[in-house]
């Protein structure tokens, strides 16, 4: 069994910050590349960052600048800190990671994620 848990939304004003934690969690052998994603209302699900294990970087153009990607592979946590927050940047937020996990009789690879975090930026 393994668990992604976001936390760290909430409401913010525009030009404010704010930090997303995810902790991936269970019989986890190896994290690839993590990320973050996110969802406004009414619009497709779409990416924001993604780190590799060695710390390659990917961003999204409207959050390049702004947005800071990190994870701590000991502890199997992944971070964005936002700053300069606009009320487009109002979504909510999900942790994405791909995955190798131990079930019984071996390894399992797949892509999980969690269950999102509302981040409000208002105006």
């Known amino acids: 069994q393994v668990q992604l848990v976001e936390s760290g939304g909430g409401l913010v004003q525009a030009g404010g910050s704010l930090r997303l934690s995810c902790a991936a969690s269970?019989?986890?052998?190896?994290?690839?590349?993590m990320g973050w994603y996110r969802q406004a209302p009414g619009k497709q699900r779409e990416l924001v960052a993604t780190?590799?294990?060695?710390?390659?970087?990917n961003y999204a153009s409207s959050v390049e600048g702004r947005f800071t990607i990190a994870r701590d592979n000991a502890k199997n946590t992944v971070y964005l800190q936002m700053n300069s927050l606009r009320p487009e940047d109002t979504a909510l937020y999900y942790c994405?990671?791909?995955?190798?996990?131990?079930?019984?009789?071996?390894?399992?690879?797949?892509?999980?994620w969690g269950q999102g975090t509302l981040v409000t930026v208002s105006s």
């Open positions: 994405n990671a791909d995955l190798k996990a131990l079930i019984p009789g071996g390894f399992r690879c797949f892509e999980g």
């Open positions: 780190i590799t294990s060695g710390g390659s970087t």
């Open positions: 269970g019989s986890i052998v190896t994290i690839t590349t």
